[in-house]
DNA sequence: CGCCTAGTTGAACAATATCAAAAATAGTGG
DNA sequence: CCACTATTTTTGATATTGTTCAACTAGGCG
């Protein structure tokens, strides 16, 4: 059976462009793997020798301090991209939940880039793309109050997991505290008395583990 | 009189591997510009058409905050690209110095890149390490002290300007305190009071205007 | 039910921001 | 080269925000 005709990042992944034929040439040798929570598909510091598609799941993506303290610099959704280039990666990515990717080897992209010279154009797009993130990770950071972040943070996450549960107004967190406090650069308990804060100023309705239901007064278009 | 054979960057441009004639017939077509102080060869929101490889001087790249708050996602060197890819431009980047730069067309860019398919490979390669930048930023911002981000502010420019005045310990900035604050999310006056207090502890010499000298606590190899 | 982990709350504290003013520096025209 | 102004940078006093450390609570699971 054709995995890849039943797979939803298609149209935003590198093998939009590829001809049914093709497709069906690439689904025999492609290797689809599934990550167990907590397992990693990119080590900080290690070569990278696999694009991985993220199919299903999500990721978190890690950067520690020599010191013990620990950095998320942003965490991919199902259509994002980890491992652009053969370089050495630049952070630890792991698996918050079972996941699914599918992983193309960079010489196999070489190869193919030559029929397809979209592909490199694809890649350097979604690296311009993953750029732009970056930096609005580092507005955030440098620039907006701990409420500010929160409300960014849910809005990001409202985004990409749009469509799982359309229009709705519940949010699931795929990632524990801690987690969310490293990627906004606040102390858990800092995160925690924050949730509580816009509970009381109207833009949360209810905070309960990972469900989160957004209020009146936010705005998820913004 | 042929401009490229004197550039200084073009090891490290996209240009190195191109032969000395493609590079002459290059130099009579290309766009050399220059562009002084305050003006922008790139602007938040608009396509990017260019890409401009900086031969000489130094360059901001802004985001602003609907409020009029402002935050620096970077600072451009010598031998950096800014405008790798069509897509509108998630930045502004101006001069902070009267600076030259090597523009290429990426109408012209994907021409060439026929020939050379290693331009494409180079783009998304600085792509990641643009990336691995921004990180480097993120978690700057994200967990370390007023006083670490000064340090780390200043072996940037420490390293980025090297050969300028080779191993001297003696740093010039080519941007004003505001930038640097607006770059590392602090106030101006927290800026300066942390460079009051490096001084007593020995990591810095002197700081007068745009000139700091390092001191013995400091270490640039880091 | 009791234990374990994850998350929340409280009170004191530290770091950075804010606002105001002083000092240093860079330009400008005589 | 100097005097004068405008701008940038530093310093001071105080307010705010977020941190720290400790205790407490809520769920999940044997």
Redesign the pocket.
């Known amino acids: 059976m054709n995995f890849c005709s039943l797979c939803d990042v298609r149209p935003q992944s590198i093998c939009a462009e590829m001809s049914e034929e093709e497709i069906r040439s690439i689904s025999r040798t492609m290797a689809h793997h599934s990550v167990k929570e907590g397992h990693a598909i990119a080590t900080e510091g290690e070569p990278v020798t696999h694009l991985n598609v993220i199919v299903s799941g999500t990721f978190r993506l890690v950067r520690m301090l020599e010191d013990g303290r620990r950095q998320i610099t942003g965490f991919m959704f199902p259509g994002d991209f980890v491992g652009m280039s053969r370089t050495d990666s630049s952070y630890t990515a792991e698996a918050l939940e079972p996941s699914l990717v599918c992983s193309f080897a960079h010489n196999f992209l070489d190869q193919m880039s030559e029929k397809h010279p979209g592909i490199k154009d694809r890649l350097i797009a979604r690296g311009s793309s993953e750029l732009a993130k970056a930096q609005d990770h580092i507005v955030l950071l440098g620039k907006?109050?701990?409420?500010e972040?929160v409300l960014s943070f849910l809005k990001l996450v409202g985004r990409a997991r749009r469509g799982e549960d359309r229009f709705s107004p519940r949010i699931y967190?795929s990632m524990?505290?801690?987690d969310i406090a490293d990627y906004l650069?606040?102390?858990?308990?800092?995160?925690?008395?924050?949730?509580?804060k816009l509970k009381k100023t109207g833009h949360l309705k209810t905070?309960?583990?990972?469900y989160v239901e957004l209020g009146e007064a936010f705005e998820l278009a913004g």
Chains 1, 2 share one sequence.
């Open positions: 907006n109050t701990a409420e972040r967190l524990p505290r801690q650069g606040l102390r858990m308990e800092t995160l925690s008395r924050t949730f509580a905070v309960s583990g990972r």
